[in-house]
């Protein structure tokens, strides 16, 4: 099976621009979890969305929000970027609700400038 | 008090030698716990996953558990320059697929 796919794995944006970032899970697999990875917090939960609902959230301001699509896909928006928000974000998917482990991708690299 | 805590202190092996990372944890929520491997600039990897207190091996790598003592172990045997990585820990409730993760270990094994 191919494994979490995430685009872009590179972006460089501007503070006051939005972004959108968007996640391919394994085949099959229909929970979609994202995160957001800075040297100083390590990595840390943003929300997690199965079939198409959103059924976790963490601890992050509104301007970061996500959705899934039918096929599983999912994208994260992130609005009026702030510095704070250069990090790696990572998309991980999840076969079965509470069987599976969580598989990563390898994740987007945004650098707000 | 973090829920997970992990030194984030670099560790530096020579080859062959073991190597030895731990986590301990706050939330007695937490029922099943794994070790990821994360390369520069890749994804997290996952390595061990475990239920259960005890220990549980897949060939060089042992994982260890502790739910009394809120501690879980990752035992890397016969280290190789290829282990060099981070390791991160990280945790969750059943039926819950938000994890907590440490801060990881960059381990760099020398040649």
């Known amino acids: 099976k191919a494994g979490v796919t995430q685009t872009p794995r590179y972006l460089i944006k501007t503070r006051g621009q939005q972004v959108t970032l968007s996640c391919s899970p394994i085949?099959?697999?229909?929970?979609v979890s994202w995160y957001q990875q800075t040297p100083g917090q390590g990595l840390q939960f943003l929300f997690e969305?199965?079939?198409?609902?959103?059924?976790n959230k963490g601890n992050f301001p509104g301007r970061f929000s996500g959705r899934q699509f039918s096929n599983s896909r999912s994208e994260m928006n992130v609005s009026t970027l702030e510095l704070g928000d250069s990090a790696l974000y990572l998309c991980?998917?999840?076969?079965?609700?509470?069987?599976?482990?969580?598989?990563f991708g390898p994740g987007t690299r945004l650098t707000v400038l | 008090q973090k829920e997970v805590e992990q030194d984030p202190g670099p560790l530096s092996v020579p080859e062959g030698a073991i190597v030895s990372l731990n986590c301990t944890y706050s939330n007695s929520a937490f029922q099943y716990f794994m070790w990821y491997r994360q390369y520069s600039r890749k994804g997290p990897e996952l390595l061990m996953y475990?239920?259960?207190?005890g220990n549980k091996e897949d060939g060089r790598f042992t994982a260890q558990v502790d739910k009394s003592s809120k501690y879980i172990s990752l035992f890397i045997r016969d280290s190789q320059p290829s282990d060099s990585a981070t390791y991160l820990c990280a945790m969750g409730p059943y039926g819950n697929n938000r994890l907590a993760f440490g801060k990881g270990n960059q381990v760099v094994v020398i040649p």
């Open positions: 991980a998917s999840r076969g079965e609700w509470g069987g599976d482990t969580q598989y």
């Open positions: 969305y199965f079939s198409e609902t959103q059924r």
């Open positions: 085949s099959g697999h229909r929970s």
């Open positions: 475990t239920y259960s207190s």
